[in-house]
Structures are given as structure tokens and as C-alpha cells.
């Protein structure tokens, strides 16, 4: 090694950096493995078209065998998806579908389901109030927030333009 | 006693005399599930809540150590541990437990080489006789504080890393059959201003080179003086970002074997762990069950590991900050 003296002192003895930021951004991105956009929405057109389509299913059950209209088939209908989301995720299911399903499983009510429940069972350690009550919302929060503002402001165009809502 | 920038050389060679791990199911279906003192069939641990469970890891690792060893609890000096939860509750918790000196430290998953190199300073100074050195991480807990519920169905990114369910713990003595604690470099913090905290590898890659650099120069060797050099976890991202780095530094690696706890620990084919193990359990496993194990059977003369941290938090990524990282590396060699 001390043959080596004459020369000057290589960069990785130095202890000094010559790269930037932003060169290693570039070198860090290189090794970056990218996710497949493609087969990530022809999977979320796949799981979510079949959450869809296990939906219309049970709304179809509920008009032949329990004599409901569609209008009246639609809540129990929603309230039996939401009961199967949360028995998945309670099995340790539903997180492995979504890893798959990326945002096919995530975006119908299932989806939303999974997120409270998945939070209410995680911090039931920390007692019904202030665990499973306070926690509850902790991702499905900013949804039901950003929905509510986002009606406000539909709502407001509709007033202000005099668009006339037919109530169903 | 100092050297160089950044290093302690241990002249009186401390021992680790002896070592346990415990680790999670998934860690046991992994290629070195047979390193390991015991594997847990679940991840609950019959504990009613994750971070009991974690606790309940590093209770049995230690335990795990003290009656693979020569020596009584009660003849350890001191214990140094860390962990990944918020005011390292797991290892705080655990020492309770012990009623031994305790000293808390925290490195994110440097930990495992960070209480070593600390406990190795104590009794190579004089300070202790046995030290003993500790750190675990959860699964679970670690996604419930950094990321989300465990049970919530989000995709993760193929960069993400998993985090190992294990517990490590090393009795570190002044005399001893075993493994010597030969140097340690405490490295510094590096931040390369990487904001994506599923993207650790590449965020704790500069931190590792640092310090493996300053390790080398401060001891006055080149890669090829060791057998293998292992990294904490950086994984498969991160790994050949820190390989690019070395080249770039002119640093070659010939000569010597280059890995990463995090890509050692599970089966990246088989596994669904996206790149590879991460944790405070991560490196201390690998390093405490598979490394040590094959430097007493004489496959391996000189290590060096250097375990990586992210030093972010949950709240620090949600305001924006980029996560700085640190390495801390230790050599161990097996005499004879």
C-alpha cells in the first residue's frame, strides 16, 4: 500500500463528496426498479371490475329472491360488500388481494371498508376510545373531508349557475 | 483508542462470548432459518398486542444468550439496546425485565452495530467486564408507526423493504473464546435529500459508503483484507447504488464478498418481500446468528458489517424533510 504515496490520495480515502444532490438523484433513480403502470391497470380493471360485477350480483339476488326493487336492493347490497371487505381483512386477506389489485381493490366501498376496519383492529391495543374511536378514521378521514368539500363546492356551482336537482 | 477520523480501535480485543436470536415466522421460512436460536410460528407471539410481541423477542434473545454462555445475568454490567419505536419502548421495556444497568440508544436499524460498538468501548476501556449488547424490530409495529394498519390493503412499491420480525442480542467480554470486536466507526449522518420513505436503500446507501470508506482508511485497508463486508439493509435497491458509489469513489471491491443482511435474511424469489429485509432485527439476526456462526466454523476470518439506519419519523416525512441516514460499521475477527 505505501508504494502507492506518489500518487494522490484516492477520493474514497478523503472522506469528502463530490457529487450533489442532484447527481445522486440520478444515480439512485438508474437502480430504481419502476412499477408497471400497464399491468398495474389492467389488474385494478380486473379485481375492481369484479368487485363490481360480485356487487351487481348480490343486487340481483336481493331483487329475485327477496322481492326488492333496485332502489330498495342498493343499500343491503353495499352493506353486504362492506361485511365481506371487513371479514377479508380480518382473515389477513384483504392486504394481499390489494398488493395484487393495487388501486382495483382500494377504490370501490370495499376498499374504504378495509381502511377502517383495518385501523379499528390495529389499535384496539390501545382501548375502545381512544384505540379503535379515535383511530377509526385515521385513513378513511380525509376521504369522507375531501368528499365533503368537494360537494360544497359542486354545490355551490349549482347555485350559482340555478342548475335545477331532481330529487330521487 | 482513536484513529484516524472517525474509529475506535480496540487494543484488548473484546469477545463475544456468546449470542441469541429470535425471530418471526416469516424470518424462519427464510434460507437461514436454521442459524437462529428460535423461530415464533406466529407473529402475535400469544402477546395481546405487536409491541409486546416485539418486546417479548428481545426478552427471549437475551435470555436466549445468557444461558448459551458461561455466565449468570446478574454478572452483566451493563445492557445496551435500541430499538425502532418511538422512545425505544421494546428495549426500555425489556430492561425492566432485567434489572441491569441500562444504556438506551438509538440509530433506526444501526442499532444492532451501534450497541456493539458501544458495549465492545466498555469493556475494551475497562469500564465493564460483560456488556451485553441488544436490539429487535416487528413487523407489525414498525408498519402500525411508519406506514399503515397491517391489515390495510395498500400496494407497496417494488423498492419497498420488509421489515424483519427478530430479536438479536451478544454478551460482549474482556476474555473469551469467540469472535473479537477488533474496530468500530461511528459514522455521520448523510443526507442526499431522498424524500420517498418506502425508497430506504437508496436513502441509506451514501451512509454506508461513508462510513465502509472511513472504516477502511482509518484502519489502513482495502476491501480485499476482509472476507465479506456486509451491509445493514439496504437491499436490492440500495445495494447496487452503494456498489456504483464505490466505483465512483475508486473503491474495488475485489477481493473481498459484498452483501446485504437485508437480501440474506429472506428469499427474494419465493418471499413476497418486495427488495429485501429491513429493521433493527434485520442486521442483528444475520450478524448474531448466520455470520458469527460461520466465522467460528472458520469459513470466514475477517468481517466487516455495517449496519444502516434511516433516522426519519412519520411525522418528519408528512412535513416534507428528507431522511437522513447513518452507517456504523464494526470489524470482528475469528483468531486461529
Known sequence: ?168 | MHVGRQTWLFKNKPVIISTGTVVGPDEGEGPLADTFDYVHEDLDMQEKSWEKAERKLLEQATQAAVQKSTIQENQINYFVGGDLMNQIISNTFAARKMGLPYIGVFGACSTSMESLAIASLLVDTGNAEYVMAGTCSHNCTAEKQFRYPTEYGSQKPPYAQFTVTGAGAAIVAATGDGPRVIAATIGKIMDFGLTDPFNMGAAMAPAAVDTIQAHLADLNRTPSDYDLIVTGDLASVGLPIARDLFKENGLSLEGTVFNDCGLMVFDLETQAVQAGGSGCGCSAVVTYGHILQRMQKGELKRVMIAATGALLSPLSYQQGESIPCIAHAVTLEMEG
Open chain 1, 1 to 168: 500500500m505505501a508504494t502507492k504515496s506518489k500518487s494522490k490520495t484516492p477520493a474514497w480515502k478523503t472522506g469528502e463528496w463530490s457529487i450533489s444532490q442532484e447527481q445522486y438523484k440520478q444515480i439512485a433513480n438508474k437502480r430504481e426498479p419502476s412499477r408497471s403502470v400497464y399491468k398495474n391497470c389492467i389488474r385494478a380493471f380486473l379485481v375492481g371490475g369484479t368487485i363490481c360485477l360480485i356487487g351487481q350480483v348480490i343486487q340481483q339476488m336481493f331483487i329475485s329472491f327477496a322481492g326488492m326493487s333496485k332502489e330498495q336492493a342498493s343499500s343491503p347490497t353495499v352493506v353486504t360488500l362492506i361485511l365481506i371487505s371487513v371479514i377479508l381483512t380480518c382473515f389477513g386477506v384483504y392486504d394481499k388481494i390489494a398488493q395484487w389489485a393495487g388501486a382495483g381493490s382500494a377504490v370501490p366501498v370495499t376498499g374504504f371498508a378495509n381502511s377502517m376496519s383495518s385501523a379499528a383492529m390495529e389499535h384496539r391495543s390501545e382501548g375502545l376510545v381512544l384505540g379503535v374511536g379515535a383511530n377509526m378514521f385515521k385513513l378513511a378521514g380525509s376521504v369522507i373531508v375531501f368528499g365533503t368539500v368537494a360537494a360544497f363546492i359542486i354545490a355551490l356551482i349549482y347555485l350559482i349557475f340555478g342548475i335545477n336537482i331532481k330529487h330521487g
